[in-house]
């Protein structure tokens, strides 16, 4: 194991601003996306009944690097929504979404409900281009794509990753 002084925990109260700082600095979420980001922080920091966020947030040298939300998609008896991936541009390509992605993969296999699926919805689009090659190399394959979802030209692909089996089984 490296230790590159990177450490991974829960999601805090106090993250929010420097999970909107992130949000905003990674260049691709429009302002009402980014809205939603944050509404899943204060959802998770103020549950509902059916709230069930998980967060798993990267830390270097006391400051937030970068963090994951996935949780239980509802009315799936162990499917799973990687619904935010995302690193501070100054620290992509060191392997912070690699280490958030494990964590994220392996806790929803780990669920007492077993994860059988981990989908993470994303844009055909330039911006996502780092997203797209990040999910194919770490074992995600296009389970579904919906052409013109987001606006005309803007197409959904959604990745999907078994989690109850090795690749190729
Ligand atoms: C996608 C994203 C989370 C990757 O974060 P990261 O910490 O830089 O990723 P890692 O360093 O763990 O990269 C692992 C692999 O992903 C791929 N990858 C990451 N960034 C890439 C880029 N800019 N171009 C091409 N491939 C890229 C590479 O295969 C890389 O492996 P390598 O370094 O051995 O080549 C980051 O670019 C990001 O925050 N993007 C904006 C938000 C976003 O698109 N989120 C996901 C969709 S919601």
Redesign the pocket.
């Known amino acids: 194991l490296i230790d590159d002084g990177l450490t991974l925990r829960g999601l805090r109260a106090g993250d929010r601003p420097a999970i909107a700082s992130i949000l905003a600095a ?1 260049g ?1 979420f429009r302002p009402e996306e980014i809205a939603i980001g944050l509404e899943l922080v204060d959802e998770t920091v103020n549950p509902g009944p059916s709230t069930d966020y998980r967060w798993v947030v990267a830390e270097r040298l006391g400051a937030l690097v ?1 963090f994951a939300c996935f949780g239980p998609v509802p009315l799936t008896d162990a499917t799973y929504d990687l619904y ?4 501070a541009p100054a ?8 280490r958030l992605e494990a964590a994220a993969a392996e806790a929803a296999a780990a669920a007492a409900s077993g994860g059988r699926w981990l989908l993470a919805e ?1 844009s055909s689009m330039d911006g ?4 797209r ?2 999910y194919e ?1 770490f074992g995600y394959v296009q389970v579904g794509r919906i052409e013109d979802f987001y606006r005309v030209g803007d197409h959904k692909i959604t990745y999907g990753k078994r989690l109850d089996r090795r690749r190729g089984e």
Do not use: N
């Open positions: 990674v691709v970068g935010w991936l995302a690193v620290e992509q390509g060191r392997g912070v979404a690699s994303t996502y281009a780092a997203a090659t990040f190399k």
